[in-house]
């Protein structure tokens, strides 16, 4: 196919690096940096990863685990964020880490680890989709319980098959967001992104100020709650275990990434949307934490399932800083009801990210039936793998009716499988690459091969860490099965590659 030269001249920096790497341009070029920004903090999003995980911050640690852990986490996030936005600058396409991997690793480890880096990519992406809008029907579940009188008061709890039926209608409501114009998707990041951090400005404040019983200074910074009934004793053990709930919501930043063939000079803006969305969270989420914190006073009770939320930590903090003040909670349910649109916005920008790496993938034959997926509708979108995204995510979470264990282990893909993803270029990055690496506008200059090793070490090291037992003694309901669902990732798709992959499958397919 001959390249127009009058179109690449006139093209942006983004589009002449596309061009440059073998691609068309065949999605809309129409995201701002703010845009690109948007979907990668929305996805983030402080008020959903927080919220869900609050209780296991609590139980793991209490005060010092959500406040120590979340900067701990923080920084090394950020190295890890830094080294996939020098590795973005120099690839901007919306095959993002897959692409990369296949480009780091040279010519004879491309089709391999390009095949492994995307599989746990895609993978990882469906599992937080799934997480995602799950937890906003659980959400949904315990604003509907307390709205109608809370758990000791005869307030409706739904079953799972309730829980399930709202699972499918959000993911329904976002397949139909998702195909709308990039132009509206825009626009619904931006506000997403917005919402996320007006949300958390007010929360932090209303919370602690309407509370009448406050934690004091010592309570929220020194305070380490290592009675959590699960049998580890172990301080040093109980706040790495605590760490989940941070590193669980600095997930899904390669967003931006993804999204680079639909972004303004991609080479530039894709890197800062990725390190901004993370930046912005970091100091966001320390401020959400450190509110709420100072609302709690009472750990145990929070965490038992007969409170009026049903053990919903946050949504029980909310209820009672409005009802011992004003006498009913309405206030907190309303509080929640922002978390929940927060919820809602994150998993639409889930859906998206998904969306693009799809159909990249199977634009370079990966995915069976590649050819409907990479498929894009008139307005210039990939319709076909955005519902393909948004029924992969609805089968994934049906394990949920069958046993909560097994889902459980199905969304801690969402961490692990996706963190792997993020390694494997920067790790092929500072090994095979390290001579032959062309840096793009943003790089990190000599400090790029330290600070990509300290991110594949430290990635190396949570998903050793999240793999271990949580719960002692070690049953069938105790065990975690992190590295069980992992390990069967690893082996179909180690398998798929060698019975079938390895003989059709060669990396990245150029389209010029």
């Not at 690793?105 to 391999?112: D, H, R």
């Not at 939320?309 to 011992?324: D, M, N, S, T």
């Not at 034959?365 to 307005?379: D, E, F, I, R, Y």
Request: with cysteine; glycine share 10%; charged share 10%.
């Amino acid at each position: 196919m001959a390249v127009d030269r009058e179109s690449l001249t006139n093209a942006d920096s983004g589009q002449s690096r596309l061009h440059e790497l073998g691609y068309k341009q065949e999605l809309k070029r129409d995201l701002s940096v703010l845009s690109n920004f948007a979907f990668s903090f929305s996805i983030i999003s402080v008020l959903t990863g927080v919220t869900t995980l609050y209780n296991t911050g609590l139980n793991y640690g209490g005060p010092v685990s959500l406040v120590y852990g979340w900067l701990i986490a923080s920084l090394f996030t950020m190295l890890v964020a830094l080294s996939m936005a020098e590795i973005c600058s120099s690839y901007p396409t919306s095959g993002g880490l897959y692409y990369w991997s296949a480009k780091l690793a040279g010519p004879n480890w491309a089709p391999f680890a390009s095949w492994i880096t995307g599989w746990f990519n895609i993978v990882g992406q469906w599992a937080v989709t799934t997480s995602v809008d799950f937890s906003l029907a659980q959400l949904i579940q315990v604003i509907i319980l307390l709205s109608t009188g809370g758990k000791n008061r005869g307030g409706y709890e739904g079953s799972k098959y309730v829980t399930i039926a709202f699972h499918a209608g959000i993911l329904v409501l976002h397949g139909i967001m998702n195909s709308l114009p990039i132009s509206w998707l825009s626009f619904l990041g931006q506000l997403a992104a917005f919402w996320n951090v007006l949300g958390v400005f007010v929360l932090m404040i209303i919370i602690p100020s309407v509370a009448p019983e406050r934690a004091s200074a010592k309570f929220v910074f020194t305070n380490f709650n290592s009675d959590n009934g699960e049998g580890i004793n172990s301080k040093p053990y109980i706040f790495l275990l605590g760490l989940l709930m941070s590193q669980y919501t600095l997930t899904g930043y390669d967003a931006s990434a993804h999204m680079t063939e639909e972004t303004k000079d991609a080479d530039i803006n894709g890197p800062k949307g990725i390190i901004s969305a993370v930046g912005i969270s970091v100091i966001a989420g320390w401020g959400y934490i450190l509110g709420i914190t100072f609302a709690v006073t009472d750990i145990p009770y929070l965490l038992n399932e007969n409170n009026e939320a049903g053990g919903y930590a946050i949504a029980e903090v909310f209820y009672l800083a409005f009802k011992r003040r004003y006498g009913h909670g309405f206030g907190g349910i309303i509080c929640l009801g922002i978390v929940a649109v927060a919820i809602f916005f994150c998993g639409m920008s889930s859906v998206t990210a998904n969306s693009r790496m799809a159909y990249a993938f199977s634009r370079d034959g990966a995915m069976p039936l590649s050819s409907l997926w990479h498929k894009v509708n008139s307005q210039e979108v990939p319709v076909n793998a955005v519902w393909l995204s948004v029924i992969i995510s609805f089968c994934m979470a049906l394990t949920s009716l069958g046993s909560i264990v097994a889902f459980e282990a199905m969304v801690s893909i969402a961490v692990i499988g996706l963190y792997i993803a993020y390694a494997l270029p920067i790790f092929f990055r500072v090994t095979l690459a390290q001579k032959r690496f062309i840096a793009g506008p943003f790089n990190l200059g000599h400090y790029g091969v330290i600070v990509g090793w300290i991110a594949v070490l430290w990635v190396a090291t949570i998903s050793i860490l999240f793999s271990l037992p949580v719960s002692y003694p070690i049953t069938i309901e105790t065990l975690n099965y992190t590295p069980v669902a992992v390990g069967c990732l690893l082996i179909i798709v180690l398998s798929y590659w060698i019975i079938s992959g390895r003989h059709w499958f060669r990396g990245p397919i150029t389209n010029l």
